[in-house]
Nanobody, 125 residues
Framework: QVQLVESGGGLVQAGGSLRLSCARS????????MGWFRQAPGKEREFVAA????????YYSDSVKGRFTISKDNAKNAVFLQMDSLKPEDTAVYYC??????????????????WGQGTQVTVSS
């Protein structure tokens, strides 16, 4: 089994920054991509950002492009999400996910096999 543990969430004022971390552990897994999704109350889970493990290609949703930056540390099996210029609409539970190679778009939740428990991000106005 693969475990993902997120950390770094919290309460921040609009315009502030947070850095989320996700540590992967457990059995050896052919990771192709790692990503971040978020879910606000009453809304569906939505894609935020992702990175491919070998080529380091990055993907962002339009709503966070230019404000959030995804990065990874292969040696530590970790992925990070630097969130700047936060807005109240960024408030959500943020989930880390990892997936193997498959012909499914990186922005789709179906491209991921394992998920973390989530970390709350709250942005006050």
């Amino acid at each position: 089994q693969v475990q993902l543990v997120e950390s770094g969430g919290g309460l921040v004022q609009a315009g502030g920054s947070l850095r989320l971390s996700c540590a992967r552990s457990g059995r050896t897994f052919s990771t192709y991509r790692m990503g971040w999704f978020r879910q606000a109350p009453g809304k569906e889970r939505e894609f935020v950002a992702a990175v491919t493990w070998s080529l380091s290609s990055t993907y962002y949703s339009d709503s966070v492009k230019g404000r959030f930056t995804i990065s990874k540390d292969n040696a530590k099996n970790a992925v990070f999400l630097q969130m700047d210029s936060l807005k109240p609409e960024d408030t959500a539970v943020y989930y880390c996910a990892t997936g193997g190679p498959r012909a499914i778009p990186t922005r789709s939740p179906e491209a991921y096999d394992y998920w973390g428990q989530g970390t709350q991000v709250t942005v006050s106005s």
